[in-house]
């Protein structure tokens, strides 16, 4: 074994995985649907001969959900010996396929360079209110302008939770910053095994945060939230400024808004960054609980123990990923829900990527994004 890798295998204590190889097959998504895997056959390949690991599809197939994490209480972190195996395999040649053409990771390696400008804030109207230069509160974009432009087949709505959240933070009496010079957080790359290009993106993007002087970032994506405020601390150090996520902010503030009611019977799907990644499972629910008409169901995988939506940074999408999406469908019908909802951008779109596909016909369920959701439903 190869001295780096062997390492990674101590840091994160893989060893241990024997010890609860029983329940970690059983509650990992991936194994679930994919007899070939398993955390215990990446464990075992890891010790034996983590160089050969670095071959191997599974580190690409694993979600780095965080399920291991809380099944071991804490005492094995497979996620981040996937991460950092996946930066060993990159630089040996070893990659996993990157889903929509690649298009994905390239737009955000793209997004480093210094000479590209592109428009993000063309889509901020009235009657949102916006300022873009600074300001105590600053809202983080993300990826939905470009979610929503290189996959309208799927109707991502992203974008229209961007607008929500602005909408929302308006009637709180809150014009938030809006950075121009915004680029992807680099969380995806990251975790792709390019940790260069995320180092890019992350020192630009903490040069234009403290350019704005905002005392506080509101994000919306999961991802970019758990880059920003655990990542960004990781690489470089303690952060000058407030991270939290849009739901947060909102249920702290749900005695100033008003909604309209809806007559539905709804569950709330936990993403793996906002839930196990950053202990965020009470906010989206306060907001839910808040709209007058709206029933809350638990599906049977909740919070802590919720399974993934089956892909994760843009990478290795197939038909497991597809039979996890739906299976987790069905888990909320199997609920009595007629809608979904979620607090996460990529989540949603992974939802309704399934919609598309013939088994998603047998099960009759919306799928709708939170945040939009509460936006759409504010009285004048």
């Known amino acids: 074994m190869a001295e780096a890798e062997k390492k990674l295998v101590d840091k994160y204590n893989i060893s241990d995985v024997a010890e609860y190889a029983c329940k970690l ?5 991936v194994a679930r649907v994919n007899p070939g895997f ?3 056959k990446i464990a075992k390949l890891a010790v034996k001969n983590a160089g050969e690991l670095l071959k191997s599809p599974m580190i690409w197939e694993c979600l780095a959900c965080g399920l291991c994490e809380v ?3 804490g005492r094995v972190n497979m996620s981040y010996f996937v991460r950092d195996m996946r930066r060993r395999a990159v630089a040996g040649g070893f990659c996993g396929t990157a889903t929509h053409g690649g298009i994905m990771i390239t737009a955000q390696r793209m997004s480093d360079n210094k000479q590209l400008k592109p428009n993000r804030t063309g889509w901020i109207t009235k009657p949102l209110k916006a300022t873009f230069n600074k300001g105590k509160y600053l809202y983080w974009v993300g990826g939905a302008p470009f979610f929503d432009s290189v996959m309208p087949e799927l109707n991502t709505g992203a974008l229209d939770s961007a607008r929500a959240a602005i909408l929302l933070l308006n009637r709180l009496g809150i014009e938030p910053v809006v950075l121009k010079e915004e680029r992807f957080s680099g969380h995806d790359l990251l975790w792709a095994g390019d940790e260069k290009g995320f180092r890019g993106l992350a020192e630009k993007n903490l040069a234009a945060i403290k350019k704005s002087g905002a005392e506080t970032v509101i994000v919306s994506s999961p991802e970019d939230y758990y880059a920003i405020a655990k990542s960004y601390r990781e690489y470089f150090g303690e952060l000058d400024f407030k991270v939290c996520h849009i739901t947060e902010f909102i249920a702290k503030n749900l005695s100033k808004l008003k909604f ?4 539905e019977r709804v569950a709330y799907h936990d993403s793996c960054r906002l839930g196990r990644g950053m202990d965020v499972y009470d906010a989206p629910r306060q907001i839910l609980r808040a709209i007058p008409g709206l029933e809350l169901v638990e599906m049977k995988n909740t919070r802590e123990m919720a399974v993934c939506c089956g892909t994760s940074c843009w990478m290795n999408c197939n038909k497991y990923s597809k039979l996890m999406q739906v299976n987790r469908l069905k888990e909320s019908a199997d609920a009595g829900a007629r809608v979904l909802v979620s607090a996460c951008h990529e989540c949603v ?11 998603w016909r047998q099960v009759f369920v919306d799928v709708k994004d939170l945040i939009t959701l509460a936006g759409s439903l504010l009285e004048d």
Do not use: D, L, Q, W
């Not at 097959?25 to 998504?29: G, Q, V, Y």
């Not at 309209?260 to 007559?263: H, I, M, P, Q, S």
């Not at 779109?349 to 088994?359: D, L, V």
């Open 38 to 40: 398993s955390p215990e």
């Open 349 to 359: 779109i992974h939802f309704r990527c399934a919609m598309r596909s013939e088994a």
């Open 71 to 73: 099944v071991t209480g």
């Open 260 to 263: 309209k009611e809806y007559k």
């Open 25 to 29: 097959n059983e509650a990992c998504p």
